[in-house]
Nanobody, 122 residues
């Protein structure tokens, strides 16, 4: 399984970015996908996750109303649209594919990408 993120970069506070994540090696539509982030010196935390069909999503409280997760099963890709970015959103963003099916509740032993840096300047 390969998972690869793209779309990070430097943006000013209040700006927007869209991250993309392509996964291959398994039937993409059979697994939940998630975005996580890790700031320097901090633990990796869930940002958003989406079920197999895209019908259900969950978000961290800190990003609700600003970030949107979506997926295109025809393109084996999941997206994270980020709006009204804040300096505290600065982190390495990781994409993960669940090993456990369609639930957004279990990313234990997930397949991970290498991460993409998002930096928000004040």
């Amino acid at each position: 399984v390969q998972v690869a993120e793209s779309g990070g970069g430097l943006v000013q506070a209040g700006g927007s970015l869209r991250l993309s994540c392509a996964a291959s090696g398994r039937t993409f539509s059979s697994y939940a996908m998630g975005w996580f982030r890790q700031a320097p010196g901090a633990v990796r935390l869930l940002v958003a996750a989406i079920t197999c069909s895209g019908g259900n999503t969950i978000y961290a409280d800190s990003v609700k109303g600003r970030f949107t997760i979506s997926r295109d099963n025809g393109k084996n890709t999941v997206y994270l649209a980020m709006y009204l970015l804040k300096p505290e959103d600065t982190a390495v963003y990781f994409c993960a594919q669940s090993r456990a099916g369609c639930s957004t509740e279990n990313f234990r032993n997930a397949y991970w990408g290498q991460g993409t840096q998002v930096t928000v300047s004040s």
